[in-house]
């Protein structure tokens, strides 16, 4: 069983940054596929952005620009850096892994998951 413990949520002003992180209990680079995944009460859960083991990233076009992901191998430590923020990425975040050999963008596909971290933005 693999677990993932996110920190670095919590409360910031309109343009303000926050750095989420998610440690992962087994070697990261195991998986192909890692995502940020965020949902807003009474909405589905969406991708925020995926990266495979190459590195390469794919951002929702609401986050381009402002959000970075990016990993430590050494440390098993998912990062997602945001910047800019704004009312609208008021949600709560999870890391995601995903035991493919590709990088879905369906949650359903991932089957690992962390407990969340709230961020608000007001």
């Known amino acids: 069983q693999v677990q993932l413990v996110e920190s670095g949520g919590g409360s910031v002003q309109a343009g303000g940054s926050l750095r989420l992180s998610c440690t992962f209990s087994?070697?990261?680079?195991?998986?192909?596929?890692l995502g940020w995944f965020r949902q807003a009460p009474g909405k589905e859960r969406e991708a925020v952005v995926r990266?495979?083991?190459?590195?390469?990233?794919k951002y929702a076009d609401s986050v381009k620009d402002r959000f970075t992901i990016s990993k430590d191998n050494d440390k098993n430590t998912l990062y997602l850096q945001m910047n800019t923020l704004n009312s609208e990425d008021t949600s709560m975040y999870y890391c995601?892994?995903?035991?493919?050999?590709?990088?879905?963008?369906?949650?359903?596909?991932?089957?690992?998951w962390g407990q969340g971290t709230q961020v608000t933005v007001s």
């Open positions: 995601a892994a995903a035991p493919t050999l590709y990088c879905p963008n369906i949650p359903n596909e991932y089957v690992y």
């Open positions: 087994r070697d990261i680079y195991t998986f192909y596929c």
């Open positions: 990266i495979d083991s190459d590195g390469s990233t």
